[in-house]
């Protein structure tokens, strides 16, 4: 993973708003709809160099394909793997329901599926993946010097020694790195419940022994993985409302056990922690963030179409820099941008863009402060 | 009721006055409970913050407009951002036509019997609670007075006679033993409105014609008693194209007033608290930050609030600081920018961030 050795890097979250057009297809391939996968196909692949394209130009350092083939960061395993067919249930609001009259008021959550596990968990599409990397390989090849596969070993040009060979790359004249998302088992059984495995452990651990053949390939396709694990944090309040923070924790630790047996290093693997990507009062979210190597906090928010001011985003990352050290900190964005593909965005995407752009520039800003 | 009042149609002015009254009592308590030290009437008999100077001052007749038609509600950002804008306004507004006031005859202040029943409603309401102290907010001259004068020789005695206008409700509020606010949004908000784009010279001279209307109106009353509001726009748009506070800064501190109000919780104007390092607040003034924002249903965590109280606690000093709101909650009573309940567990979050600062600071 690199680090902000020479100036602070920026990444994302992963997601990133997708054609309407697309967004459309999706919805139609979730729900079962009419569609034409031909189309879906070329409409994917054009969408992912669009993004990779466009991150580039916004100034972001560590990008991803935007997820633009998935209908959702973690339901999207469904239409790869066996067994989710069964009848689901919505997860429990609880911060809103603290508020019953104002909850009327909010938007109307994503329609997206979420069937429960009703059956034996197999991988029935891997084809799915390999299109991911081809995909992004091939926006990538196309998205300035670099990358095109497995951006190798060769960072740790030292502080001082000036324009290092490979890394260096200034803003905006290319990615510095590429990553991949993929759902945490924890956040798969989150959002789709069990009703097929005896317990919630066994349904983790066959949910792990699958979910690692993705984290492996990813890594072995020379990307970074990131394991979106908002379960560890919204899990709280959205699905284990009446826990105590005891017994929360005990099924956090249990989703962070199953995730570390995939064998990847540690510094090819990021995860991503979130509260749950909705405008709501969030009065309820629980504070205990697990220990990390680097941190990328989110410095532009996905919930709101105010575009933080760069010199707004620059006094945030500052601030992290000072408490864990400048090359620990990669600024990131709170949340995806179209955590689920769906025709009405809370973030406008144009307004998206213009927050990615305020971010690099924010970044710039503190580069200047901390790195002189 | 309000609807009926907005829109000039037949209403019960003895059941509006009742209800105003219950209301007014049931907000104060609200704040009361909320912990919040400085509370107001919440503006409970008014259409809006700007539009009420309709019902109090004469000179003006009504235009109907719709939102997108006024060439001043047009805001700069609208061109960079025209997808998020046409998604905006399917939400944005009542459904009501708005209205427009046009200066076709002289400006005198007619609402000296309104002025007094929310004086009386507001004294009635504070029986009985524990506060601090009390505010009446009254909207300023140049936020009232933008480029609708079709009778006045120049927009330079436009201005000062909505100022003479408005002084005799400004004198009534500090006769009455309130804090007056004065909201002056205008002051920074009509830079991104104004067609064609001016200068920032030409717009601070703008600006100027305004702050010395609204301190002529201030005249003789007593600087203590006086807090003057500025906040870039209550819609929740991107922002991008709004005019820094350092570009302002020393048209707000001219004003005579005691404390200065200003928007700084929300993602574009967060991070101006540092401007205070480099422009001193006069010794005898308080400053009035929001600490948490009418622009978002996240409840801010009374730890934010007390590390932003504590940023310019560190600059100011802590007996300079109020803690406040970025903005009213409901600048308009039909348009709401987030459900009471958020409001007031967003109220209480910033009477505990402001006790936790306290603790620190003392």
Known sequence: MKRSTDRILTTHTGSLPRPMDLAGMLEALDSGGPLDQDALKTRVRESVAEVVKLQVESGIDVVSDGEQGKVGYSTYVRHRLTGFEGEGSMVVLSDWNDFPEASARRPLPSTVSRPACDGPIEWKDKGALQTDFDNFNAALSGAGPGLGSGAGPGSGAGPGSGAGPGSGAGPGSGATEAFMTAASPGVVAHFMINRYYPSREAYLARLADVMKEEYDAIHQAGFLLQVDCPDLAMGRHLRFPDLSTQEFLKVAEANIEVLNHADIPADRIRLHLCWG???????????????????????????????????????????????????????????????????????????????????????????????? | MIRALQNGQDYDSVALDDQVKTAVADVVRQQADAGVDIPSDGEQGKTGFLLYGNERLSGFEQVAIQLGDNPRVIRRD???????????????????????????????????????????????????????????????????????????????????????????????????????????PGLPDTWDMLNPAPSLPDYQKYAAVRIDALNHALEGLPQEQIRYHICWGSWHGPHSTDIPLKDVVDLVLRVRAGGYSIEAANPRHEHEWKLWREVKLPDDKVLIPGVIAHTTNHIEHPELVADRIMNYAGIVGKENVIAGTDCGFSQRALNPRLHPSIVWAKLQALSEGAKLASKQLW
Not at chain 1, 296 to 301: A, F, H, K, R
Not at chain 1, 319 to 327: F, H, I, P, R, S
Not at chain 1, 345 to 358: D, G, I, M, S
Not at chain 2, 106 to 111: D, K, N, V
Request: hydrophobic content about 40%; some cysteine.
């Open chain 1, 277 to 372: 990507n909705y405008e709501g009062p969030h009065h309820r979210d629980i504070a205990k963030l697990p220990d990390d190597k680097v941190i990328i906090p989110g410095v532009v928010d996905s919930t709101t179409n105010y575009i933080e001011h760069p010199r707004l985003i620059a006094q945030r990352i500052v601030k992290y820099a000072e408490l864990v050290g400048k090359e620990n900190v990669i600024a990131g964005s709170d949340c995806g941008f179209g955590t689920f593909a769906r025709t009405s965005n809370t973030v406008e995407p144009e307004v998206t863009w213009a927050k990615l752009r305020a971010m690099a520039d924010g970044a710039a800003i503190a580069s200047e402060q901390l790195c002189g």
């Open chain 2, 78 to 184: 609208q061109a960079a951002f025209a997808d998020f804008y046409e998604e905006y306004f399917k939400t944005e507004g009542d459904g009501g036509p708005r209205w427009q006031p046009v200066c076709t005859s002289p400006i005198a202040y007619t609402g000296q019997a309104i002025i007094q029943s929310d004086i009386d409603h507001f004294k009635a309401a504070l029986q009985g609670v524990s506060v601090e102290e009390a505010f009446l907010p009254a909207i300023a001259p140049g936020t009232f007075g933008r480029g609708q004068n079709q009778y006045y020789p120049d927009e330079e005695a436009f201005l000062f006679a909505i100022a003479d206008a408005l002084k005799v409700e400004y004198k009534a509020i500090v006769d009455a033993g309130f804090v007056l606010q004065i909201d002056d």
